[in-house]
């Protein structure tokens, strides 16, 4: 049986493209079952308190960090989405004299225009986020060497390339409203994949790369860090692959309850948990990584009872 097109945008693969049944299922979901959602290989973690979850945030890079040796430096890969660990993990740093002359950070991804990935003049730049919420308020002597913070750019080869410098100890992220990890959105719906969407290992031989982005992911990203001014998000970014993802010794997904929704949060870790890895939901794919942790903000959580404003 034929799936169906997407309800968002016809011409994409997405979650809505999914048998009824299993969207039905986690909609159902509440907390207590999100936490039984735990096994081998993929844990549940709450957090009460918002204090709470960020500070937990912040401190998976100072876990990454105080692992890095001149032998074998470390390092974590981070978000822009949410940001608000970042001012407390430079503050933390800073707390604990942590020397980062051997540690390394990788970010996500970075928006792309006209033929690049963007400068840091760019209102939305990654990186400058990245560099005023943290790495600028290090205190000098104890800093990052620039060579080790590493940026996904047009030409990947050299942030691709870094990940074989450093161990990569976690690879940190949110989740998008189409269900992403960094910009590893949905694939369009175009041959060969028009009938059904590429396999889980062919979408998992992508490494950084250009990608486009699913019109969700443009309205998300204008509503939560442009104001709603949907012109001003480009369409296109560079991401970190699949590829990259897996050299990471954990993924650690965080769930403050306003990236994505009250569905959405459920139904990934739905799939993950029961192993039904699927290219429309791309956050799915994890369900074939060794070592993932979902991270959720109880308050956050929410309902899926329908409720009219």
Sequence with gaps: MARPLSSIAPDWWDYTTLPRELLDEASRLTARDLEKLS???FRVVMYDTLEDFYLAEALEYI??????????????????GPTEQLPLVARLVNALELNLRHAHFWGMDEWYMDGREVPESHPLSFARTDKELCFNRIRKDLAMPAANLHFPAADPTAYVRSYETARCVVMQGGQGEVKHWAFNDPPKRQAPWTDAPPPPEEYRKLGTRVVDLHPLTIVQNARTSGGGNIPLVPRQAVSVGPVETWKA?????????????????????LMISRRLPDSSVPMSLLADHPNVQFNYYRGGIGTCEVEMH
């Design 249 to 269: 010794e954990r993924v650690s997904i965080w769930h403050p309850g306003h990236h994505d929704n009250a569905f959405g949060i459920r139904l990934t870790a």
């Design 39 to 41: 096994r081998d290989g």
């Design 63 to 80: 876990e990454a960090w105080r692992q890095a040796t001149p032998d074998r430096p470390a390092g974590i890969c981070g978000p822009i």
